[in-house]
């Protein structure tokens, strides 16, 4: 009976300690920043625990090969909002979440906290060109001086 107690004792204590670990790692964020690019795939997958799991591609210029950014939303809202935003060029705020325990929270450590549309500037406006000449007309001739009317 006393040993019975003991394991019920120690399993409980391991199960607080599990759930304080999940708690913390969820909670308090390593780093937090912002990532801009193209959403390539956002997707609800999962056997259990569904998650939303997605990666846009950033382009640093043109031409240049894209780095892919993985992440996981745990917000259906701010899932929502990405699948709304698709086609255009968003920015996605992140926090970092190391050591989760579980792929039921995510299959990354970036979670998003936030998608918006990045606001393309305007394009700059094509420089004057002066009309180019005729091709029967001459010259004007510069007017001489000390010349008599």
Known sequence: MRFLRYLLAFVGVVGL????????????????????????KLSHKGWLCKTWEGEIAMVTMPG?????????????????RINALAGKRVVLSYEQHKFVPSNCFGETE??????????EPAPAPAPAVAPPLQANTAPAQPPTQGAKP
Do not use: K, M, N
């Open 110 to 119: 970036y979670f998003i906290s936030a998608a918006r549309p990045l606001e």
């Open 17 to 40: 300690a599990v759930a304080a670990w999940v708690w913390l790692t969820l909670s308090w964020s390593y780093s937090e920043g912002e990532r801009a690019g193209y959403v390539q």
């Open 64 to 80: 240049a090969i894209p780095d892919r950014f993985e992440f996981s939303v745990r917000d259906e809202a701010i899932a929502t």
